[in-house]
């Protein structure tokens, strides 16, 4: 977490210019005891930021999850997008960093530790703990992972508060709505309806988007003037059509925009919602958890302790945000809303995915249909659930969660595919891997047979294949890219038949398609690593591939003449196989 601490060991503000505070001016939590003066981070130098992104770490976000309940399926989703999207900057050799972490602060938590007879703190530190361990046990390489009731986030809330304060964009006033606590967000009268509750025939409000029940609110509190940003955020928007990913949602954000912006309620009275950050200098107010949350994606980048010249170190503007797609509006109209209000640069795009549907229904525990990703990783294994959820999800579209769809992913693509093309080729003993890449390698004929040639020709372009869909923000096509190589070569090595080559005498053939074989191996393994980490580094020792020798640089037809000697045991029969037998398949 080298580039995830705060930049300042003093935690002494940037003195890159001032700021004048009204009221009391803005001192951080954890300070307020040694009374210590602070100078405010002045946006003016913010432009410099375009002329250091070049040379800025690659930073991608998954969103913090929400700690009233345990993880599902969907929050193990996100943080494997944003961990293959890491993985793979890393592969190309670039520094990269992902942040994941908890939403801690509103009234679902607060309301969750109450029927729980808990302090919320206390609820938020045992769950938390939760989402920690997912992280781990999915071998998700995050560098951070914040909680909203950290120090430091709480410095960096305060600050931001004051900031918008200071610039003119916070106002206070009285507010009345329709307020959906599970949404924590107020919605306009043309985005509700009145429906009927399926178990108690009740008749209640609820938002149109989420269905989720809605509640009448009159209170005076803050707001933020977000009628102000519509035509720059119009004008961003048609500046970078390709900043939110899939591009049909993209439409939603910007009719949102044209037809219900209204000034944003960024607080609400500390009598209704205590658990919270208060507003600086108005204790009688807590800030919204919104506004207090999306501030995570800058304060895991050293904000607001950014030092002069080096505000790009932390990796902000992130790359990129993955989000679910029930979040988007949050992400995609008050995020760069309240960026543009203090002149800070907006992330470069935002992902927004499908969800999982079990039975063509989405997940919920009124229905007992969701799925605990601990279970699931137990049962089918870290790597299956990665390969399965990366190949099987779903950018522009939801995703249907199956068991026997899992096991059909396991045989076809990694047992019957990866693993029994290894096999083919590394146990055999009438060849020698290692020396038909010597041979090969060293020869590097201009002609061969047409079969041979053509699969040749075929890895060629493989590489920049799943590149480009990885610059798309496409990780599941880009996976399939990966696994077409699987596919082909089988078919490849059946039709070359390198056993009746090996009938003939015929070495030279036999090396052939042993050594494309093996390449196709070697190159698939390569990149397949940010997909399937630890059963692609056992691939890559199966085949004898130096561990310095792995790297997308390295993923070229003849790039690597010195593997061909396994790294460990190849073992023997179907149980020591990279991707063995299932033993219960339902």
């Given at each position: ?11 002494r503000l940037s003195t890159l210019g001032t700021v004048p505070i ?165 919605y306009p009268d043309n985005m509700v309806e009145k429906r009927v ?383 063995p037998l299932i033993p219960v398949e339902d």
């Amino acid at each position: 977490m080298k580039r995830f601490t705060v930049v300042a060991s003093s935690r002494r503000l940037s003195t890159l210019g001032t700021v004048p505070i009204r009221r009391n001016g803005w001192v951080c939590q954890s300070c307020r005891a040694h009374r210590e003066t602070r100078m405010a981070f002045s946006s003016s130098n913010s432009s410099k930021f375009s002329k250091q992104e070049n040379d800025k770490p690659y930073y991608v976000t998954t969103p913090i999850f929400y700690v009233n309940a345990s993880p599902h399926v969907g929050h193990l989703y996100s943080m494997l997008v944003a961990d293959v999207l890491k993985r793979w900057e890393g592969l190309k050799g670039r520094e990269a960093y992902l942040s994941t972490g908890t939403d801690e602060h509103g009234m679902k938590i607060q309301r969750a530790a109450e029927l729980q007879d808990l302090h919320p703190k206390a609820l938020c530190d045992a769950n938390a703990e939760t989402f920690k361990d997912l992280a781990k046990k999915a071998n998700i390489a995050n560098d951070r992972f914040i909680r909203t009731t950290d120090p430091e986030h709480r410095d960096a809330v305060e600050y931001f508060w004051t900031r918008l304060r200071d610039s003119g964009y916070i106002y206070e006033n009285k507010h009345e709505g329709w307020y959906c606590v599970s949404d924590e967000t107020f919605y306009p009268d043309n985005m509700v309806e009145k429906r009927v509750s399926p178990t108690t025939g009740k008749g209640f409000i609820a938002s149109v988007e989420t269905g989720n029940a809605v509640e009448w609110t009159e209170e005076r509190n803050y707001h933020f003037r977000l009628t102000a940003f519509r035509d720059r955020l119009l004008e961003f928007y048609r500046d970078n059509p390709a900043w939110i990913v899939p591009e049909n949602r993209f439409s939603e954000v910007i009719s949102w925009v044209e037809n219900n912006l209204e000034d944003l309620s960024i607080s609400r009275p500390a009598s209704r919602l205590s658990w919270g950050i208060p507003v600086p200098d108005d204790p009688n107010q807590t800030i919204y958890v919104w506004l207090d949350a999306l501030v995570n994606y800058i304060t895991t980048a050293g904000y607001p302790y950014w030092q002069p010249g080096s505000e790009h170190k932390g990796g902000w503007p992130a790359d990129v945000h993955v989000v679910g797609k029930d979040i988007i509006r949050f992400h995609c109209i008050y995020w760069p809303a309240f960026l543009m209000a203090l002149n800070l640069p907006l992330p470069k795009q935002v992902l927004s995915h499908g969800h999982w549907l079990m039975s063509k229904q989405k997940m919920s525990k009124s229905i007992g249909n969701v799925v605990n990703p601990f279970f699931a990783l137990d049962r089918w294994g870290v790597d299956t659930m990665r390969y399965f959820l990366i190949y099987s999800g779903h950018v522009s579209e939801d995703a249907e969660y199956n068991n026997t769809f899992i096991v059909e992913r396991y045989k076809k693509g990694l047992q019957g595919g990866l693993g029994n093309l290894l096999n083919r080729v590394t146990r055999p003993k009438i060849w020698n891997v290692k020396q038909a890449v010597e041979n090969m390698t060293k020869a590097q004929a201009s002609s061969m047979p047409p079969l041979v040639e053509n699969h040749r020709a075929f890895l060629e372009p493989v590489v920049k294949k799943a590149d480009d869909q990885m610059k798309a923000l496409n990780p599941s096509w880009a996976l399939k890219e990966i696994m077409e190589i699987v596919f082909e070569t089988n078919r490849f090595f059946q039709e070359a038949s390198p056993w009746e080559k090996n009938k003939a005498t015929d070495t030279v053939s036999v090396e052939q398609v042993v050594f494309l074989a093996a390449e196709s191996l070697r190159i698939a393994g390569i990149l397949l690593q940010p997909f399937i980490p630890e059963k692609a580094s056992e691939l890559l020792d199966r085949l004898g591939v130096s561990p310095n020798r792995r790297t997308l640089e390295d993923a070229v037809l003849y790039k690597d003449e010195s593997y061909g000697t396994p790294l460990i045991e190849l073992g023997a029969g179907a149980q020591s196989s990279l991707f063995p037998l299932i033993p219960v398949e339902d």
